[in-house]
């Protein structure tokens, strides 16, 4: 018997730029996104002004997304008016990645979010 004993571990560990697969939904948005290790990296921002509490940014292909909703949050804001107003960012497994705001940002605040690559 092999360890581990419910699924193969990902053997991907070569560096892989995958930004340009990122489908963009909200205009403003920017995506640096890559594989590495057997993770996935992804660092983007949520734009300033958006209209509504929550919404898409962005989508990644199914295949890089990750098996169960990881959440990230603003660690800090770039403008002292905006605290407060983020509440976080989610990656969903179909690829979708949304974000959570109590109030409309005066400036964009970025975010990083880092998981497993599921193995295909």
């Known amino acids: 018997m092999q360890f581990p004993w419910c699924c193969p571990l990902n053997t991907d560990l070569q560096y892989r730029d995958i930004s ?3 489908v963009i939904i909200n205009q403003g948005v920017t995506v640096s ?3 590495e290790g057997g993770m996935v990296y992804i ?3 949520i734009p300033a002004n958006l209209p509504t509490h929550t919404g898409l940014l962005f989508q990644l292909p199914e ?3 990750p098996r169960l909703p990881v959440y990230a949050t603003i660690a800090y ?3 002292a008016n905006d605290i407060g107003k ?3 960012v989610t990656v969903n497994p179909d690829g979708k990645v949304g974000y959570y705001q ?3 940002l005066g400036s964009y605040e970025g975010f990083n979010v880092q998981y497993p690559l599921k193995r295909g």
């Open 33 to 35: 996104a890559y594989i």
């Open 63 to 65: 295949g890089y997304a």
């Open 20 to 22: 340009k697969e990122a």
């Open 77 to 79: 804001t770039t403008s």
């Open 86 to 88: 983020m509440a976080g």
């Open 102 to 104: 109590a109030q409309p």
């Open 43 to 45: 660092r983007s921002l």
